[in-house]
């Protein structure tokens, strides 16, 4: 069962404030460098997890590119239709102060125009030899609608993973289309134009996500946990958070939609593979990585992976 997994990748260059952030003045902290992209930390996380997956994006042509692919390779995941190019990846500046929350970020995009000929060209067999599909919305227009009609075709799941709000709101109607879509709440808040306010508010948001088309709607609140609808069942839930001590926030989102998509991929019922992801966002908020290299250990004692482990 490979999940492939498409978008981009990104170079993170993270600035940790020792303290509050203080616009006004220099900030003494720590700078580290660290691979990233919202596709590229989901295919680390499920191939942490223990899924099989195949990347499919692009890096640049040096040093760095090569390090990306091999990290990726190290830890199972299939790289052999990533694209080596001029600016393949992108760079992602952030700013966080001492308690690990986002206090500014600046995105540099990257030139996505060789992964999308190869989508263009070689998407369809991409599809037909997939279980499921992992789409980045940050794509071109045309190739994101040109995999999600192979993928309708073939019966092929399709998760859609946005990689900033900007491009949300550009493109509401291709959400109907997916069997997963997760937002935070801020997120929703924007997509409806209205505030969210609690629990009930934001199970509210997910059923009107399923409005027209759309399978399964997940709304992630912070520390106060997530809420979920299926319009198939009319199933709905809330899950509470995991408490841990923060470290870094960054990458929080990228791996809960990673163990839930693990989770729906693996046969749990929809209340478990959002536990799988709230767990898999715990671990990763908890370490300074974007994908907290400890899942792999994780899953082998965590009670929400356990039948996924057993069944391997």
């Known amino acids: 069962m490979t999940i492939a997994v498409i978008g981009t990748v990104f170079v993170d260059i993270k600035g940790y404030g020792n303290a509050k952030i203080n616009a006004e ?4 902290g720590l700078i580290e460098f660290a691979n990233g992209g919202v596709a590229r930390n989901v295919a680390e996380a499920i191939g942490r997890a223990g899924g099989t997956v195949e990347f499919l994006s692009s890096v640049d042509e040096t040093a760095q590119g090569a390090a990306v692919v091999k990290d990726l390779q190290n830890i199972g995941v299939k790289t052999d239709r990533v694209i080596k190019c001029n600016q393949g990846m992108g760079m992602w500046l952030a700013v966080l102060d001492g308690g690990g929350e986002l206090v500014a970020s600046v995105s540099q995009k990257p030139d996505l125009n060789g992964l999308q000929s190869m ?4 998407g369809e067999d991409i599809v037909k030899q997939s279980s499921a599909i992992v ?10 609608s040109k995999m999600m009609a192979w993928a309708k ?6 998760y859609g993973i946005v990689g900033n709000l900007e491009i949300l709101m550009q493109r509401r109607s291709m959400i109907d289309q997916l069997d997963l879509f997760i937002c935070n709440k801020g997120e929703a808040e924007e997509y409806f134009k209205r505030p969210l306010n609690g629990t009930d508010d934001c199970l509210q948001a997910a059923r009107e996500l399923t409005a027209n088309g759309l399978k399964i709607a997940v709304v992630t609140m912070g520390e106060h946990g997530s809420v979920y609808y299926d319009s198939r069942t009319q199933t709905s839930g809330h899950v509470p958070c995991e408490k841990v001590t923060v470290v870094d926030t960054t990458g929080a989102g990228d791996s809960f939609f990673s163990g839930t998509v693990y ?12 536990r799988c992801g709230t767990q898999m966002a715990a671990w990763t908020i908890s370490s300074k990585h974007n994908v907290c290299p400890q899942i792999s250990e994780g899953v082998k004692t965590s009670p929400y992976f356990a039948p996924a482990v057993g069944s391997k």
């Open 135 to 144: 789409i980045e919305f940050d794509l071109s227009d045309e190739v994101v």
């Open 263 to 274: 989770g729906l991929t693996s046969g749990f019922d929809l209340d478990q593979a959002v």
């Open 153 to 158: 075709q073939y019966n092929k799941p399709v």
């Open 25 to 28: 003045t220099k900030n003494v």
């Open 119 to 122: 989508l263009l060209t070689q």
